[in-house]
């Protein structure tokens, strides 16, 4: 998107409030105007482009946005994705990590390939064996107790890695915004049953009284 040079004044019932995920704390909150809502400018009499600070006082991440009526139409920092790390091994963080990455600056081939490699180092450290990604997805299922829907869509994302991969691959109509969202979630889904659960069932256990 390009702005373009020559700005409007910014009448005061039209100032704008933030209310996004922080993307240096990663918590929800609604961002504080800084400098005043004298500080924030229009452009074209449509679009509008300030600074916000997160109000996270252990954070106060600074945001520039763009944005129109009540839509943010780019900010940055980028809003990214959030992610929950509790009980990952970190190879598995680093690839859905750069994935997100990619994602929130669209970079969308490069996330969804980053999507893969995340599935290549979970096969990893669980020990699934095979010539190929293929294989060591399907090898997985043995290794690792999922729920059935959850084992099909690891082929799709493998699928998607390599439409992104590949340019001859023809399994997507396209790589874009939505099927590399939905790539991440539904990693995170698997990434969830596969180290958190069992560490929030341990946890529920824990405060059973003993006999």
Same mark, same amino acid.
């Given at each position: 998107?390009?702005?373009?040079?020559n700005?409007?004044?910014?009448?005061?019932?039209?100032?704008?409030?933030?209310?996004?995920?922080?993307?240096?704390?990663?918590?929800?909150?609604?961002?504080?105007?800084?400098?005043?809502?004298?500080?924030?400018?229009?452009?074209?009499?449509?679009?509008?482009?300030?600074?916000?600070?997160?109000?996270?006082?252990?954070?106060?991440?600074v945001?520039?946005?763009?944005?129109?009526?009540?839509?943010?139409?780019?900010?940055?920092?980028?809003?990214?994705?959030?992610?929950?790390?509790?009980?990952?091994?970190?190879?598995?963080?680093?690839?859905? =990590?750069?994935?997100?990455?990619?994602?929130?600056?669209?970079?969308?081939?490069?996330?969804?390939?980053?999507?893969?490699?995340?599935? =290549?180092?979970?096969?990893?450290?669980?020990?699934?064996?095979?010539?190929?990604?293929?294989?060591?997805?399907?090898?997985?299922g043995?290794?690792?107790?999922?729920?059935?829907?959850?084992?099909?869509?690891?082929?799709?994302?493998?699928?998607?890695?390599? =439409?992104?991969?590949h340019?001859?691959?023809? =399994?997507?109509?396209?790589?874009?915004?939505?099927?590399?969202?939905?790539?991440?979630?539904?990693?995170?889904?698997?990434?969830?049953?596969?180290?958190?659960?069992?560490?929030?069932?341990?946890?529920?256990?824990?405060?059973?009284?003993?006999?």
């Amino acid at each position: 998107m390009i702005i373009k040079a020559n700005s409007v004044s910014l009448a005061p019932s039209a100032a704008f409030q933030a209310n996004v995920r922080c993307p240096g704390c990663g918590q929800i909150g609604t961002f504080e105007v800084l400098h005043g809502y004298s500080s924030d400018f229009g452009v074209d009499n449509s679009i509008r482009i300030g600074q916000r600070r997160c109000p996270n006082l252990s954070c106060r991440t600074v945001l520039f946005v763009v944005w129109q009526n009540t839509q943010i139409l780019r900010s940055y920092p980028p809003l990214r994705i959030d992610f929950d790390k509790t009980n990952i091994p970190q190879p598995i963080v680093s690839a859905l =990590e750069q994935a997100i990455t990619c994602h929130a600056t669209e970079c969308f081939i490069a996330a969804a390939i980053m999507v893969r490699k995340t599935l =290549e180092a979970l096969c990893r450290d669980r020990g699934a064996q095979g010539k190929d990604l293929k294989e060591r997805i399907r090898d997985l299922g043995t290794k690792i107790v999922l729920p059935k829907e959850l084992l099909d869509g690891l082929d799709d994302l493998r699928l998607l890695g390599n =439409e992104a991969a590949h340019i001859e691959s023809r =399994e997507y109509d396209q790589v874009g915004k939505e099927e590399v969202e939905i790539g991440i979630e539904f990693t995170k889904e698997v990434l969830k049953a596969t180290y958190q659960y069992s560490a929030l069932l341990n946890r529920l256990r824990g405060l059973k009284k003993t006999p």
